[in-house]
């Protein structure tokens, strides 16, 4: 065996550091989007029962945890990020008593639960709203949103110039109780989502219950949706540009990443750490850099961000190496583990991300190469299951499944679809319920239709097809997620040793390990690493060197 690697680092940066350790350094998170997982009762809507039913699918793939997007009481205007009751599971997913079943299931099963909160924006529809709107103006409750009057001689405009993230202004004006134009609310989404008034100390308490009600019933954590967005700057002041977008992620916005969201956090710590078991949170904050998302991660506020930084890098070794770099430097001087995500309901999944060319963003509405793009989508996950810390995988990928990009608009249910020059719009695609069996209703997702029509061909792509089938996308996520458990320092530690590697190449090693990425369209020949322990695609040794193929990613035992 040709070894010209320097020694592997010993992945121990954390405890040398006296840092916090826990389940979720290293876990592997499995996200179901509940609508669209399993359908227990036929209704073409998935549920709670049927998460339920295939606990033992996600315990048999190896994560750790499931993270299960928002199911609580909502008129579903944003696919239930609209939330009308805090404390009530929506009738289209169960009940509580299905929660508590599911919850004692996956326990048993040792797998942990995390739960979405969405303490950015209440529904329309949530009590406080209502009353607030059918009280009129003065009425106290309004001081838990943000209600203003508009500019204008009569009102008429919008209290600021901000816009919402999917698209239009990010106000609407109410009608008042005896039926003329009155103020205006804040709603940084959809309209029906307005924003809470984080100022406002009922606001504070209310979550802070919301957060001991889901912990009593046993919950292993949270994660946190828009939690970049709770605070907004004293006195709501314009942005001064019509370009919104292009500041959105590229600067604190008066709206989104104020300091002030830390003590929110550093409230909610306190209480997690009451609780026996390592309960945590994870922030979904879209900061300008990695280094604004690791306040969220400091020791006393939340224990993981999701790196969308590394979610929106192009399949490209050095931009790839960069974003590694920075996200690791950035996430040690505060000790939390750096995550690493490729997929998530809200972008197009990365096997049509990569199988288009690079530099198209988040939102894809063509399907590309499909060959390329899964391929790569194999590559990129086997590098990302390589890396220290924690893993999101979101349902289906796992099964090499590409966006849907041809969904009729009449089919379309994404708020944002329906609003001009919004950030998003195109989430349908990656929401597409995913396919359990070769044949059958709804390939399996349940007994009845599905609400957002299947494409033909999903059948292959099923977990039946590819259960036990050699080569398959869903055996090569079954075999990297035994391997990070076999192997635990693999996901262990905060460092990655780079090693030499020709352009286009990635080489690092890991205690133990080796992990050798192609990421150019043609084969790279390059010395042996070591044992083969895994491959995204067939690779043969020959002597001292290997024929690595396009877009390949190799895990070595060294
Ligand atoms: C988050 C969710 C997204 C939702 C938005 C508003 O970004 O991931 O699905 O539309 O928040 O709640």
């Known amino acids: 065996m040709t070894q010209h690697l320097a020694a592997p680092s010993t992945g121990t940066s954390d405890e040398a550091a006296g840092h916090r350790t826990g389940w979720w350094q290293d876990a592997v998170i499995y996200q179901v ?180 009600f889901w912990l009593d019933m046993g919950v292993d954590g949270f994660r946190v949706d828009v939690a970049h967005g709770l605070v907004k700057a004293e006195g709501l002041p314009d942005l001064g540009t019509h370009d919104q977008l292009k500041l959105l992620g590229n600067d604190v916005m008066p709206f989104f990443d104020q300091d002030g969201v830390h003590e929110i956090y550093r409230s909610w710590r306190t209480i997690l750490d009451e609780y026996p078991g390592d309960r945590i949170a994870v922030a979904e904050a879209w900061t300008p850099t990695v280094e604004r998302t690791a306040n969220y991660v400091r020791p006393d506020e939340m224990h993981q961000a999701f790196n969308f930084q590394y979610l929106a890098t192009a399949w490209d070794a050095a931009a790839l190496r960069e974003v590694i770099d920075t996200s690791l430097d950035a996430m040690r001087p505060v000790g939390a583990p750096t995550t690493w995500v490729l997929s998530n309901h809200d972008v197009t999944r990365h096997a049509t991300r990569f199988a288009n060319p690079a530099g198209l963003g988040t939102q894809i509405r063509t399907p590309g190469d499909r060959e390329l793009g899964l391929r790569r989508a194999r590559a990129a996950s086997l590098l990302m299951l390589a890396l220290p810390g924690s893993a999101y995988v979101y349902q289906g990928e796992e099964l090499g499944l590409p966006d849907v990009t041809d969904l009729p608009d009449e089919a379309r249910q994404d708020p944002s679809f329906f609003r001009a020059d919004g950030q998003d719009g195109f989430r349908d695609g990656c929401r597409v319920p995913i396919p359990w069996t070769r044949e059958g209703s709804s390939y399996g997702f349940g007994a009845g239709g599905s609400w957002l029509p299947q494409p033909t061909g999903w059948g292959e792509l099923s977990v039946e097809a590819q259960t036990g089938a050699a080569g398959s996308t869903l055996e090569l996520y079954r075999a990297a997620i035994a391997a990070r458990r076999a192997h635990p320092g693999l996901g262990a530690g905060a460092d990655v040793r780079w090693l030499e590697a020709p352009a286009g190449l990635l080489s690092f090693a890991r205690p133990g390990f080796v992990c050798t990425v192609n990421t150019t369209g043609a084969p790279v020949r390059i010395p042996v690493q070591g044992t083969v322990l895994l491959s995204s695609a067939p690779v043969e040794t020959d002597g001292d060197t290997v024929e690595l193929p396009a877009d390949t990613t190799v895990w070595w035992t060294v």
């Open 33 to 212: 989007y509940p609508r669209s997982f399993a359908d227990g009762n036929g209704d073409g809507m998935g549920d709670l029962a049927g998460v339920r039913g295939r606990l033992p699918y996600l315990k048999e793939l190896g994560v750790d945890a499931v993270w299960l997007s928002p199911f609580y009481a909502s008129p579903q205007a944003d696919a239930g990020y609209d939330v009308a009751d805090y404390r009530a599971i929506d009738p289209m997913f169960g009940s509580l008593l299905d929660a508590d079943a599911l919850i004692r299931d996956a326990h048993d099963l040792g797998l942990r639960i995390i739960v979405d909160l969405v303490p950015n924006h209440s529904s329309d529809q949530h009590e406080w709203f209502k009353r607030a709107l059918a009280e009129g103006p003065g009425s106290a409750l309004r001081d838990r949103y943000h209600f203003r009057p508009g500019k204008g001689t009569d009102g008429e405009l919008p209290p600021n110039d901000w816009e919402s993230i999917f698209g239009g202004p990010a106000w609407t004006r109410t009608v008042n109780p005896d039926g003329t134009p009155g103020e205006w609310y804040l709603h940084l989404f959809a309209p029906e989502q307005p924003d809470f008034n984080w100022e406002h100390p009922a606001v504070a308490d209310e979550f802070r219950s919301i957060l001991r």
